[in-house]
């Protein structure tokens, strides 16, 4: 069974800080996707990684996508209080099209 | 509407009771998934539906749990006689069409309480 495990848990900060949040897999990824999911809202798609090793930018969150394609990392700079939320890693198992596993999230607050 | 139309949005119910919750995809959007959310952790995959045949069911915890697509819009997903541990967001999404590079867009969930 392919795992997604993320880290760390909980994460509270103040408004400014930098961070990262980490998933990982014992079990090679053809993608991985980060979501972030608000209080009451559905998950919200914000990248998808494809290649092995590939880094994309989103304004301040820099996504990274590891060499093996087993691990991806989420990197905030300059965190403020509208990135509060639940971050959500996940890709298709086995190279599946037509389900995605989630990771066990990563829950940021960034406090004003 | 422009997105993922879940209802109800809130639903407490009594231990045995059976429960419905009904999703409203994208319009003209093929793929239809449901997953269940636990609070605070990540949604776990229940069911797909491509149009109207359901293909994958393989997250279904049991067979108290029935997800249909008649017309390949509309779904439902059917829980009979809940029980405490049933209680979840039960969040539905809808693709375009199958594959990977298809964005999936997620309602805003049902949350179900069973008492």
């Known amino acids: 069974t392919q795992l997604l495990e993320q880290s760390p848990q909980f994460l509270s900060i103040q408004e400014g800080e930098n961070l990262t949040v980490y998933c990982n897999s014992s079990?090679?990824?053809?993608?991985l996707q980060w979501y972030r999911q608000e209080p009451g809202e559905g998950p919200v798609l914000l990248v998808t990684?494809?290649?092995?090793?590939e880094v994309k930018k989103l304004k301040r969150l820099t996504f990274q996508f590891g060499d093996a394609r087993k691990d991806s990392s989420l990197h905030i700079t300059a965190a403020q209080p509208g990135d509060t939320g639940l971050y959500l890693c996940?890709?298709?198992?086995?190279?599946?099209?037509?389900?995605?596993?989630f990771g066990t999230g990563t829950l940021l607050a960034v406090q004003p | 509407g422009a997105g993922v139309s879940q209802s109800p949005r809130y639903k407490v119910a009594k231990r045995g009771q059976d429960v419905a919750l009904r999703c409203d995809p994208i319009?003209?959007?093929?793929?239809l998934f449901w997953y269940q959310q636990a609070l605070g952790q990540g949604p776990e995959f229940l069911t797909y539906?491509?149009?109207?045949?359901?293909?994958?069911k393989s997250g279904l915890p049991s067979d108290r749990f029935f997800a249909e697509r008649p017309e390949g819009s509309v779904s439902t997903l059917k829980i009979q006689r809940t029980q405490q541990e049933d209680s979840a967001v039960y969040l539905c999404?809808?693709?375009?069409?199958?594959?990977?590079?298809?964005?999936?867009?997620f309602g805003e969930g049902s949350w179900l309480t069973v008492v």
């Open positions: 999404a809808s693709s375009l069409a199958r594959g990977q590079g298809n964005t999936i867009y």
């Open positions: 079990s090679v990824f053809s993608s």
């Open positions: 990684v494809v290649t092995g090793g």
């Open positions: 996940a890709g298709p198992p086995g190279g599946a099209t037509n389900k995605l596993i």
């Open positions: 319009s003209g959007h093929v793929s």
């Open positions: 539906f491509q149009n109207e045949a359901q293909l994958d």
